[in-house]
């Protein structure tokens, strides 16, 4: 059984772009959280908007242009204002890696679900469902837009 | 949430190994799952009561020995709460994948 979720995405772009996009605060906007809140920077605390789904403070943990990006949080808050280092989180990590094609794969693993709290994972359910709920709503409208 | 009970029962090296062996062979004997763990018969006892309390194994009696059968169903929920989460990320890879090509 697993503690760590680990997928991966081919992208046509360079790592930098890629890294921008992920590392950028006014960039990460574009396709992750709607709003952030705070210094996007290694250990610093900032937080994810994700509009009528809550919000979400983040702990930047790695910033390595143009490879890596880390953060810890705390999946199960809908609503999770705090120190997340004080509290049983959730380490997520990017990685991209350039191909020998010009594409870049990105590797994302979100890991530590086997040493959170029964109550945290109850909340994680219906935050990731609210997630899920949201990014879709998300979706919707970029493709309406376009 | 049965999820988090279970995940809480393999976050342990011990626990993780029995439900390893058991996935090969089950069911298996108490006495076969508790051979070269590096504990105890008794601590191999214990650790296998966390796996009957979260639901991921259980014990029947067959004559005069106990076997332990992995419970598939409550394996079955943990993949799929797993599953969601993949299809999470999945989801927020394709909307980090889209802005990229997108907007160079």
């Not at chain 1, 808050?77 to 280092?85: I, R």
């Amino acid at each position: 059984m697993q503690d760590t979720i680990r997928r991966e995405i081919t992208i046509k772009a360079s790592k930098e772009r890629i890294y921008e996009a992920i590392a950028n605060p006014e960039q990460v906007t574009k396709w992750f959280p709607e709003t952030l809140e705070g210094n996007y920077e290694v250990g610093e605390q900032p937080i994810f908007g994700f509009g009528d789904y809550g919000k979400n403070q983040i702990c930047i943990i790695a910033a390595q242009p143009h490879e890596y990006f880390a953060y810890r949080w705390v999946p199960g808050a809908n609503h999770f204002l705090g120190d997340v280092l004080i509290v049983p989180n959730t380490l997520v990590e990017f990685r991209i890696a350039e191909q020998a094609d010009g594409t870049c794969l990105v590797t994302l693993t979100e890991s530590g679900f086997a040493n959170l709290p029964i109550e945290l994972m109850e909340s994680a359910f219906d935050q990731n469902s609210g997630g899920w709920d949201f990014m879709l709503s998300r979706l919707v409208k970029h493709c309406e837009a376009a | 949430m049965i999820e988090a009970e279970i995940y809480k029962a393999l976050g342990d090296p011990i626990r993780l190994e029995i439900v390893k062996r058991l996935s090969h062979r089950s069911p298996s004997t108490v006495g076969e799952l508790s051979k070269n763990l590096g504990i105890s018969r008794q601590g191999a006892r214990k650790q296998l009561q966390v796996l009957i309390n979260a639901n991921v194994v259980h014990l029947k009696q067959r004559g005069r020995q106990t076997d332990v059968a992995l419970d598939t169903k409550t394996l079955q929920i943990a993949r799929q709460f797993i599953t969601k989460l993949e299809n999470q990320w999945d989801d927020r890879l394709e909307a980090l994948k889209k802005y990229v090509e997108e907007s160079d």
